[in-house]
Nanobody
Framework: QVQLVESGGGLVQPGGSLRLSCAASGLTFSRYDMSWYRQAPGKERELVAR????????NSADSVKGRFTISRDNAKNTVYLQMNSLKSEDTAVYYCNARLDLWGTSRSYWGQGTQVTVSS
């Protein structure tokens, strides 16, 4: 049974920092590309950042470039999202996603989400 468990969310003031973690189990973590998505109230879920299985390449949304950094530790089956210079518009539920595309098929798993609230 695949489980993705996010942690590290909370309430932070504008300009502050948070580090989200997503611990994976039940899958071969090092084969999966990992992503962070977020969904604000009344908005669609959007991609925040992605890191490939080896950790050798990342990409991120323009809205978070220079502020958020995604990383992973394959030995710990964990992906991280370091969020700096947080803004009120970063307020959302943040979700971890694991995805493997292989031989024309795709496997995708989601965590339950962690709330990030940026407010003074």
């Amino acid at each position: 049974q695949v489980q993705l468990v996010e942690s590290g969310g909370g309430l932070v003031q504008p300009g502050g920092s948070l580090r989200l973690s997503c611990a994976a189990s039940g899958l071969t973590f090092s084969r999966y590309d990992m992503s962070w998505y977020r969904q604000a109230p009344g908005k669609e879920r959007e991609l925040v950042a992605r890191i490939i299985s080896t950790g050798g390449s990342t990409n991120s949304a323009d809205s978070v470039k220079g502020r958020f950094t995604i990383s992973r530790d394959n030995a710990k089956n964990t992906v991280y999202l370091q969020m700096n210079s947080l803004k009120s518009e970063d307020t959302a539920v943040y979700y971890c996603n694991a995805r493997l595309d292989l031989w024309g098929t795709s496997r995708s798993y989601w965590g339950q989400g962690t709330q990030v609230t940026v407010s003074s």
